[in-house]
């Protein structure tokens, strides 16, 4: 095992068993014209992080543990979205709608695809996920069992929205969970150190949580 300095305690990393999962981190996002400028956000809060969740990437890739990179994506019939989420928030463009980047949150489409700097390679598992949460009608619980994986460290966007629910859902289902709090951004501030205060919270009622160069320096040292 390796112990990973971290709040509210040390995180106790098994390298045989741990996987990273990097959510979201799509253009949809993080770049003009996606679903999150369509939600009326501030979409260049989220491209800050992109160096840091480089680095996490290629933390992972030397030790050559598991990556997956989830998406936020939904069929082009939008079978797989309900009408609720077509209508919240009333934004200028709907799911499914044509933007700058093609049609919003639609698998294929330009905007759906994850940034180049972080984009997956061979053997790296690539997750759509309808929801927020990466379990909900993913069939991953069972492919992480496959892998053996007990651990999962976190990344991605948004901190309190696809993140925290991934978290939760992780954290429901047995996993140990680490977020790596500078490879996670939000739209808002405040709701990323609330996100942060919260998991952590209570004994790490939904995990742990530490910066990229706690992580390094750690499996640096076992290495
Ligand atoms: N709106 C927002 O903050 N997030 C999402 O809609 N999806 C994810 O967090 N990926």
């Known amino acids: 095992m390796i112990s990973v300095p971290a709040r509210p305690y040390p995180y106790p990393l098994d390298p045989a068993r741990t996987a990273l999962v990097v959510i979201d981190m799509q253009r949809d996002f993080i770049e003009p014209g996606g679903f999150g400028d369509s939600l009326g956000n501030d979409v260049g809060r989220l491209a800050a992080i992109i160096p840091t ?53 639609v698998t294929g489409e330009p905007g759906n695809q994850i940034v180049d700097a972080l984009a997956p390679i061979a053997g790296e598992l690539v997750v759509d996920k309808p929801g927020k949460g990466m379990f909900w009608s993913t ?69 742990w949580v530490t910066p990229l160069s706690e992580l390094a320096q750690a499996v640096g040292a076992a290495a």
């Open 139 to 207: 069939g991953l619980n069972e492919r992480l069992a496959g892998l053996g994986i007990s651990h999962l460290v976190f990344a991605g966007v948004t901190t309190e929205v696809c993140v925290q629910t991934s978290m939760r859902e992780a954290n429901d289902r047995g996993y140990e969970c680490l977020l790596i709090e500078d490879a996670t951004e939000s739209y808002f501030p405040e709701f990323k150190a609330a996100t942060i205060k919260m998991i952590a919270a209570q004994g790490g009622i939904v995990g």
């Open 53 to 105: 969740t480089a680095a996490l990437l290629g933390l992972f890739r030397a030790q050559g543990w598991p990556v997956i990179h989830t998406r936020e994506a939904h069929r082009p019939d939008l079978s797989d979205c309900p009408p609720s989420k077509i209508r919240r928030g009333n934004p200028r463009l709907k799911i499914g709608e044509v933007g700058a980047m093609g049609r919003l949150l």
